[in-house]
């Protein structure tokens, strides 16, 4: 008889990784929050995505990775940063700053592992099964139910509700860009080239609508910092590896607990209110990501 030893530290980064991914994710959230009243949202998008450029600047001088020979390469890492970083951070940003609440702000988002499944099963050839599928859907209604207590207490037009159809668009179709053309790409440049092109998008809009306008406080300084080392290095870099390492429709779940997480920590950071019906939710999205993450 064949004994089969599984290695722990696979063990490990199988369940590890993705819960450090979940509360690195989260954590923007409620970070953001703290540094937003001292920086407008462009500006503090450029304030972290131009530190975050800059750490992996001089990562990349110091550990020499090996860069890619072919230019499109770069082009494929450009258009995942735009997507991906500009597009949904702005699109989120510019939605909240147009009077959309963040519970609907985050039930956009949460309904990224759909469309990211949808997207995986015609360009990326994935096939799902029929649990897969019923995770999907039942992790939509666990993200509601996480989100509910918000719905409708917001005094968005149009536009806001745009500008965070934009956000889900730039997650959706970064994650699966990514999946495609950049899975083999080095992490540190991958981050480096992205980070660089969305500080100089931030720097724009922060320059044109703001003015750069900043009250320097600790909160802004820590916020700043965490959102670029942990966030804009940290989980992203998570999320460069969970993709590179299992299928699309899978990482993608796992956006399905950020809301609950979110909430949990805004309550604990925050005092905001955690009602019965969004832990409820956050249960609910706990088994959806099971049944999407097993065939």
């Known amino acids: 008889m ?3 030893t599984i290695n722990p530290a696979t063990k ?31 500006t503090l998008l450029f304030l972290r995505f131009g530190s975050a450029a800059l750490i992996l600047l001089a990562v990349t001088v110091l550990t020499k990775p090996t860069w890619p020979r072919r230019g499109i390469d770069y082009v494929h890492l450009i258009v995942v940063g735009l997507l991906i970083q500009v597009l949904q951070f702005f699109g989120l940003y510019t939605a909240l700053k147009l009077g959309v609440t963040a519970g609907i702000s985050a039930l956009f988002i949460g309904t990224m592992p759909i469309f ?15 649990k897969q599928w019923s995770g999907l859907a039942i992790g939509l209604v666990g993200v509601y139910m996480v989100v509910a207590n918000k719905v409708g207490m917001g005094h968005a037009g149009m536009g806001g509700y745009l500008a965070a159809l934009l956000a889900l668009v730039g997650i959706t179709l970064g994650t699966l860009y990514q999946k495609k053309f950049c899975v083999g790409i080095d992490l540190r440049i991958a981050g480096l080239v992205q980070l660089s092109f969305a500080s100089l998008a931030a720097m724009f809009f922060a320059g044109e609508f703001e003015h750069f306008a900043v009250q320097w406080s600790a909160q802004l300084v820590f916020a700043s910092a965490w959102l670029s080392i942990v966030n ?13 390492n299992g299928e699309a429709s899978k990482v993608a779940s796992l956006f399905y607990l950020i809301p609950g997480v979110t909430a949990i920590m805004a309550y604990a950071v925050l005092g905001e209110t955690l009602l019965p019906t969004a832990i409820g ?12 993450t097993r065939k």
């Open 12 to 42: 490990i980064g199988a369940f590890g990784l993705p819960l450090l991914f979940i509360f690195m994710w989260s954590s923007g959230y409620v970070v953001g929050k703290i540094g937003i009243p001292f920086a407008g949202p462009f």
């Open 281 to 292: 939710g956050f249960v609910i999205t706990g088994v959806a990501v099971y049944f999407c």
């Open 2 to 4: 064949t004994t089969m």
């Open 232 to 244: 804009s290095i940290g989980a992203i870099s998570l999320l460069y590896i969970l993709m590179r």
């Open 116 to 130: 990211t499944a949808l997207g995986a099963s015609v360009f990326l050839g994935e096939r799902l099964t029929g």
